[in-house]
């Protein structure tokens, strides 16, 4: 069986709570805040605060009043966490991805709560929802920031505002806003990108993507297949002086009615359903931005050759970034999927019990705090053994670290968390190797060979 060091790891986690302590002023916030967050990436399922305060033998009061009225910053420990990542997963080629996420909730009461599309549930429901920042590069992922979207019929109500605790200065903030703040924001506090990626919501708007290209970085954001714009080679015969609306503009998804750029097929990524092969075909493109255009780019075309669905991108990545480049930017939204996933599943982020916003707030950077510990343990423990680890993995072994009262317990507990983990990824490597056979046949049926397939890469010292 695997060895694994637990009092290593035990360590770690005192370590990694530590780095906090700066943030954190007086002696019985710095307790509630490593109790807080030990409940949330502990064991139990279900991370309420009552069940946090009694894992901990401390009564639920201190708990609620140190969301709700302790002095304690919590802005201050979101920007720990952008630090650390930024000081431990530095990269020329990191990624930033936005997305937002959206969670149930019934009544009127909580903070920002309204009728709206709720991805969770993929419909229209009451809900809250909060937009996110993620960071990859380098084979690690983890979301760095999320902040609470608070609708325009919220910030104009200053009744309800007042009950819900809602500051006086914050404005109304759309959700591109929001994004562009955290965006600029990481940047200040020394998180350097190089790409910005994020789905047709904030792909389609002009005035977001003119923002990030302004920002200094090259972008590779989804587009609605209805986009429409021109083909530089149709511009260039018109000529750069010809009446606007002599143009042929043509939405993304009928550019080419016969012939076109080629297609080239990849590789995209491995599932536990077995490898993901899409075709690409890139070419210059300008869109179309009311009576004008934004300037030339790039449009890169996705076709799913086992779904038959498609997607496209754009990109204002300089003249001579490869296919492959924009293809790996493209199809790195995954990651920030997992990063909610996570989030909810592991961390309790739709946990929360209170209703006004400064303990809403609090829970969510407290969140973002112990999701970066399980998205640390997770990259290290995967890089330094043969497993392949998930979240609730870690999460596991840090209940292991909590629920232990003795050495000898301790001890026990933690070779059976590593018998259980051993079986479940022996289980795992073997679906997923059935899996994979099924898909590679019916590739072979389409006469593709996965295996001398390319995969997108970042790698381009050009750039």
């Not at 496209?312 to 300089?318: D, G, R």
């Not at 950077?365 to 979240?391: I, N, Q, T």
Request: one cysteine or more.
């Amino acid at each position: 069986m695997y060895k694994l060091d637990g009092e290593a790891f035990k360590g770690r986690l005192a370590e990694y709570l530590g780095e906090f302590a700066a943030d954190i002023k007086t002696a019985p916030s710095r307790g509630h805040f490593r109790n807080y967050v030990k409940g949330l990436i502990g064991g139990a399922e279900r991370k309420n605060v009552e069940r946090m305060a009694t894992d901990a033998k401390i009564p639920v009061h201190t708990l609620q009043q140190f969301l709700a009225c302790y002095a304690w910053d919590a802005e201050a420990a979101g920007r720990r966490v952008r630090r650390l990542v930024a000081s431990r997963y530095q990269s020329p080629d990191a990624i930033a991805i936005i997305d937002e996420t959206g969670v149930p909730k019934k009544g009127e009461k909580t903070a920002g709560v309204q009728r709206q599309y709720c991805g969770a549930r993929g419909k229209i429901e009451n809900s809250v929802m909060f937009v996110g920042l993620a960071y990859a590069a380098a084979g690690f992922h983890a979301l760095v920031d999320l902040d609470l979207y608070l609708p325009q019929a919220w910030a104009e109500d200053k009744a309800r505002r007042l009950e819900a605790g809602i500051p006086e200065r914050l404005p109304f903030r759309s959700k591109l806003d929001l994004s562009l703040k955290q965006l600029r924001e990481a940047m200040a506090e020394g998180m350097a990108f190089r790409w910005v990626t994020a789905d047709e919501f904030y792909g389609r708007s002009s005035g977001w993507r003119r923002s990030v290209s302004e920002l200094g970085l090259w972008y590779v954001v989804e587009v609605p297949k209805d986009l429409r714009g021109w083909l530089p080679k149709r511009m260039g015969r018109l000529g750069e002086g010809s009446p606007v609306e002599l143009w042929e503009l043509r939405a993304v998804s009928d550019l080419w009615r016969r012939g076109g750029p080629s297609w080239a097929t990849y590789r995209v990524k491995e599932t536990e359903k077995g490898p993901e092969v899409w075709e690409i075909r890139v070419t210059r493109f300008v869109a179309s931005v009311n009576a004008g255009s934004e300037g030339e780019g790039w449009l890169l075309i996705a076709h799913n050759l086992l779904t038959d669905e498609m997607k496209y991108f754009l990109s204002n990545a300089p003249d001579n970034c490869p296919a492959s480049a924009l293809g790996y930017v493209a199809f790195s939204r995954w990651r920030v999927e997992h990063c909610f996933k996570d989030l909810k599943g592991e961390v309790g982020l739709d946990h929360f019990e209170v209703h006004k916003y400064r303990p809403l707030v609090r829970h969510l950077k407290l969140a973002l705090v112990g999701m970066l510990f399980l998205a640390m343990e997770r990259k290290s423990l995967h890089d330094g053994g043969p497993w392949l680890w998930s979240a609730k993995a870690v999460r596991e072994l840090v209940g292991v670290v909590l629920y232990s009262v003795t050495a000898k317990d301790f001890a026990q507990r933690w070779k059976r968390a590593l018998e259980v983990r051993e079986y479940y990824e022996t289980r795992r490597k073997a679906a997923t190797a059935s899996h994979s056979k099924k898909r590679l046949r019916r590739f072979m049926d389409m006469g593709i060979d996965v295996n001398r397939l390319p995969t997108f890469t970042l790698g381009n010292p050009a750039l």
